[in-house]
């Protein structure tokens, strides 16, 4: 079945350093990666997405990289804040299904 | 605008009772809603999802199950609970049909069986 492989699963940076989460997918038909942060005992929130046609989306400080031959995507956080830590969460999904699957989570840390 | 309210927030129930959750989203039409469940210190499970009343697709075998009574109403059940069905619940909505969008979560509802 589909499965999305997420790493790592807690890192730490220091406040201004750049973060890097990767994920992987095994659904080649996979056409949209969204990626979600929740925060400590509330929902999670979607912070940037990617949809298969486009390979780079930045936003301010957050950028996504997708490279369809490798199913691969990663999320890039640059000049991290202490209110960047949170869980971050991957998700694959494939045209038509609107089935959401995703990873395992990363637990980001922002030391000051 | 659209919201998605899911209740309760908080649940302690006993090895073996039954269960009942419920969500409902406001403010669009014809959803593609979802049940997820996050263990402690786990990523987001995906138990049930559905694209249209009565229409329910199961993930993971368990002994929990989905219901949609109404288009923008969905529910997750149980006859009898384990233990290890422990967990954060989280329902989610998506606009349906079309390209894959955003998935928009509830508050969750934390539940302990004890």
């Known amino acids: 079945g589909e499965n999305v492989e997420q790493h790592p699963s807690t890192l730490s940076v220091q406040e201004g350093d750049s973060a890097v989460i990767k994920c992987t997918y095994s659904d080649s038909a996979s056409n949209y990666f969204p990626w979600y942060k929740q925060e400590l005992g509330k929902r999670p929130q979607l912070i940037i997405d990617?949809?298969?046609?486009?390979g780079e989306k930045k936003d301010q400080r957050i950028a996504v990289t997708l490279n369809k031959t490798a199913k691969h995507f990663s999320l890039h956080i640059t000049e991290t804040q202490p209110e960047d830590s949170a869980v971050y969460f991957c998700a694959a999904s494939r045209g038509g299904t609107y089935k959401y699957i995703f990873g395992t989570g990363t637990r980001l840390k922002v030391l000051a | 605008s659209q919201t998605i309210h899911q209740w309760p927030a908080t649940l302690v129930q006993p090895v073996g009772s039954p269960l009942s959750l419920e969500c409902t989203v406001e403010g669009t039409s014809n959803p593609n809603l979802y049940w997820y469940r996050q263990a402690a210190g786990r990523g987001l499970q995906l138990l049930f999802y559905?694209?249209?009343?009565?229409?329910i697709s199961s993930e993971v075998p368990q002994n929990l199950s989905a219901s949609r009574p109404q288009d923008r109403q969905f529910i997750l059940s149980s006859k009898k609970l384990l233990l290890s069905d422990s967990g954060f619940y989280l329902c989610?909505?998506?606009?349906?049909?079309?390209?894959?969008?955003?998935?928009?979560f509830g508050q969750g509802t934390r539940l302990t069986v004890v």
């Open positions: 990617i949809r298969s046609n486009v």
């Open positions: 559905s694209v249209g009343i009565g229409q």
């Open positions: 989610a909505w998506s606009i349906g049909p079309g390209l894959d969008t955003e998935a928009f």
